[in-house]
């Protein structure tokens, strides 16, 4: 099982309360995390990554075992903490101001 935790404005979207947890097919990479987070609900398609193009809106950001994995290849795996459920996949909100 694969642990992932949405900022609230997505929890409130998915009609989720607390942490998703999801069955993902190997191999564990944030592609096929977010394939199947959007897959269980369609709800949130586009709003994690573009429609089109499928790659990471601006403001949102993923982190892993402390560690920001945002800029990494969408088909790098994830750390084996991921993968067996001891660690959450993060969907972080960014905020920007000026």
Same mark, same amino acid.
């Given at each position: 099982?694969?642990?992932?935790?949405? =900022?609230?404005?997505?929890?409130?979207? @998915?009609?989720?309360?607390? %942490?998703? %947890?999801?069955?993902? !097919? @190997?191999?564990?990479?944030?592609?096929?995390? &977010?394939?199947?987070?959007?897959?269980?609900?369609?709800?949130?398609?586009?709003?994690?990554?573009?429609?089109? @193009?499928?790659?990471?809106?601006?403001?949102?950001?993923?982190? @892993?075992?402390? %560690?920001?994995?945002?800029?990494?290849?969408?088909?790098?795996? &994830?750390?084996? *903490?991921?993968?067996?459920? !001891? %660690? =959450?996949? &993060?969907?972080?909100?960014?905020? *920007?101001?000026?």
């Amino acid at each position: 099982m694969i642990r992932i935790v949405l =900022p609230p404005h997505l929890r409130t979207l @998915a009609h989720v309360d607390g %942490e998703v %947890e999801l069955e993902v !097919a @190997a191999p564990i990479t944030q592609r096929s995390v &977010l394939d199947a987070l959007e897959t269980r609900y369609p709800m949130l398609r586009g709003t994690i990554r573009d429609h089109v @193009a499928q790659l990471r809106r601006p403001l949102v950001r993923f982190f @892993a075992c402390g %560690e920001d994995l945002s800029h990494e290849s969408p088909d790098a795996p &994830l750390p084996d *903490a991921i993968a067996n459920g !001891a %660690e =959450p996949f &993060l969907v972080i909100g960014a905020i *920007a101001g000026g």
